[in-house]
C-alpha cells in the first residue's frame, strides 16, 4: 500500500515571538487526493499550508512526507515533490513569460523540455495573451493564474493552493477546476487548497475536507462524490 | 590651472568610487546575512551599524590616522598620505551605509518573494539572488548615496590624505585649501563641479527609477 502524501503527530506551531497558530493532533493527507481547508479567517489554514510546504517549521511535533521525516525546512525531495502558490501570488520583476518559466530556469529542466510542459498550461488557462506584459501589469485574476501555471509546470506531485480560486470569474475558476481535476486523475496529484467561501470549494470537489477554527481541527473526513460537473 | 582642476576631480572620483566599490563589495552580503540568518547580538549590530552611519568623518579619520600612522600598528605599511588611505577611510565610512540601507532595502522585498522561490525550487542562495533583484533599485540608490556621501566628505581625505598636491589632493580639501589661501574663483569651481557630479547621480537615479517605474 502507497504511503500517504501527508502525516501530521502532533504539529504545534507557535509564531517566533509567541502566539499560538496552529496545534493538530493527528492529520493524514491521501496520496492523489484532493483535500480543501477551510475556516473562517485566522483558522490556521495558511500556516498549515505552509507547514506542509515546509516553508515554516513546526515548533513540535512531526510532518511525514510520504512516509518519510523531511527536514524542518524541506529537502530536495520535498522542494522538487510540493509547490506552494501564496495568496496573494507574488510575481517577480519581469514578463508573464519570465514568471512563468522562472521555476524551470531555477530547476533546471532542460529547455528542449520547456515547450511541452509550458503549452498545455498555457492553453489550459488563457495565458497566451498575458506572456509578454510585465508580471506587475497583470489584474489579480491573471496574476493568480499565472502563478498557479508556474506552479503547474514544474509537475510537482503535491500543489498546494491558498485560496487559488479567491481572484478568479465564474469561467476562469471552472477552467482551472478542469485542468486540476484532470492531473489529480491522469497523474494522481495531490491538491490542499484553501478556501473559505463555500462556493469556490464547490469549484474543485474534494475527496477530502478539513475544517480548522481556531488552529484547531474542528472536522476531518471524506466526501463521496461522482464525477465533476460538466464543464469541470 | 584647468589641468590641475581635472586631476583634482580625477582623484576625487577615482578614490570615492573606489572606497564605495570595496564597501559595496563587503556590505551586500553584510546585508543579506544580517536578514538571513538568526544569531546571537544580530539586533545589537543592526543596532551599531545604524549608530555608525552617522559617525563623524572626523572621528573615522583620527582612528585610521592613529592606525596608519608610522607609529601606528599599520605604520609599516606606508599608506598614510596616499590614496590608498583615503580608499580605506572612506570605505570605512560608508560601509555602513551601504549595509544599513540595503538591509532596509532588502526588508523591504515582500516575504512571499523568498517563500515563492524557494517554493520553486531555489537554494537559499538563489533565493537571496530573487531577493537582491527585486531590491536592486533600493540597493543603486544606497550606493549612489554612498557614492555622494564620499566624495563630498572632507574629514578623511584631509587628515588620512594630506591634501597633497598631484597626489592626494580632492575637491574638498582643494576647496578649504583655496578658501584659506582668499581664492574664491577656485573654491567656486570646484564647489560647482561637486554639484554637478551631485546633480549626476540624482538624475541617474531618477532615470533608472523611471524605467524601473515603466517597467512595472
Known sequence: ????????????????????????????????????LGGPNGSGKTTLLLLLAFLDRPSTGKIRFFGSLAAPDGDGRVREAAVLVPYPPYLFRGTARHNLCLGLEIRRVPRSQWNERLAPVIEALDLGPLLDRSGRALSAGQAQRLAIARALVLRPEVLLLDEPFASLDQEQSERLSALLHGLNRERKLTIVFSAHRGNTIDSLPPLQTVRLNEGRLSSSGRILHGPPKAGH | MLSELCEIIWVSIKVSGLSVLIAGALALPAAVALLVYRFPGRRALIVFNQTLMAAPTVVIGLLLYMLLSRSGPLGSLGLLYTPAAIVIGQAVLVLPIITGFSYSALQQVDNRA????????ASKMQAGWLVIQEARLALAMAVLAAFARAISEIGIAMMLGGNIRHAT????????LESNKGDFVSSIILGCVLLVITLGINVAVFYFTGCQESDE
Open chain 1, 1 to 36: 500500500m502507497s504511503e500517504p502524501a501527508y502525516q501530521l503527530d502532533r504539529v504545534c506551531f507557535r509564531y517566533p515571538r509567541g502566539g499560538f497558530a496552529l496545534s493538530i493532533d493527528a492529520l493524514t493527507i491521501e496520496r492523489a487526493s484532493v483535500v480543501a
Open chain 2, 114 to 121: 523568498r517563500l515563492t522561490a524557494i517554493s520553486l525550487g
Open chain 2, 169 to 176: 589632493r580632492t575637491m574638498t580639501t582643494a576647496i578649504a
